[in-house]
């Protein structure tokens, strides 16, 4: 089946604990893409890779760190999380053509204590 | 990537057809509509997209105007599972990013 699996689905962790939050895909697409979610803020774009080694930044990149060394993984490294990263976050993947849909991960909700 | 319009909710009755609507007026030629939902808390879903044509898939419809400043998704029958937040998507540029907006909140009432 055609996904994009994150993992995990939730974590609760101290403040200045680095952790990272994995994020695969099966369909071999070239773009992969990591979105947080916050109430009364919406989906705000974290980072994006266009494909492998070939990171950027998006809207809200402070705090967060990406790696693209194989197509299929592209993990999110909090590397001395805070209680204001406290979210749910998702990642999503999709080819680089502009007519194609992305299909999304299940979420990583996770709280910064 | 072009700016999008939708009211905040609607509410649908079960079994008939809800129709979603979208204000993208400074859409441009190379820019595609985009559909998505997220129910509760899930990842979002991809519904549809399109450039200038209508397009129709299995579970929705979208009507693009010719001008292309405004479109509706239509699901023919909504059912009580289709309560959602819907996103209007407008994508395109060099990167082609999603950029989520607010979205519509539908509501399907038996």
């Known amino acids: 089946e055609a996904q994009v699996t994150q993992n995990p689905r939730y974590l609760i962790t101290v403040t200045g604990k680095k952790l990272t939050v994995t994020c695969s895909q099966n369909?071999?697409?070239?773009?992969m893409s990591w979105y947080r979610q916050d109430p009364g803020l919406g989906l705000r774009q974290i980072y994006y890779?266009?494909?492998?080694?070939?990171?950027d930044k998006g809207d809200v990149p402070e705090g967060y760190k990406v790696s693209r060394k194989e197509k299929r993984n592209f993990p999110l490294i909090l590397e001395s999380p805070s209680p204001n990263q406290t979210s749910l976050y998702f990642c999503a993947s999709s080819t680089n053509r502009l007519n194609y849909g992305y299909t999304f991960g299940s979420g990583t909700r996770l709280t910064v204590v | 990537d072009a700016k999008t319009t939708q009211p905040p909710s609607m509410d649908c009755a079960e079994g008939r057809a809800a129709n979603l609507p979208c204000n993208h007026s400074?859409?441009?030629?190379?820019?595609?509509v985009y559909w998505y939902r997220q129910i509760h808390s899930q990842g979002p879903q991809y519904i549809i997209h399109?450039?200038?044509n209508n397009e129709t898939n299995e579970m929705a419809s979208l009507i693009i105007t010719e001008d292309r400043k405004s479109s509706t998704l239509i699901l023919p029958h909504a059912t009580l599972r289709d309560t959602a937040v819907y996103y209007c998507i407008v994508r395109g540029g060099s990167q082609g990013n999603l950029i989520f907006g607010k979205g519509t909140k539908l509501s399907v009432k038996p």
């Open positions: 890779s266009m494909n492998v080694e070939v990171t």
């Open positions: 369909m071999n697409h070239e773009y």
């Open positions: 400074t859409i441009s030629g190379n820019e595609y």
């Open positions: 399109g450039l200038k």
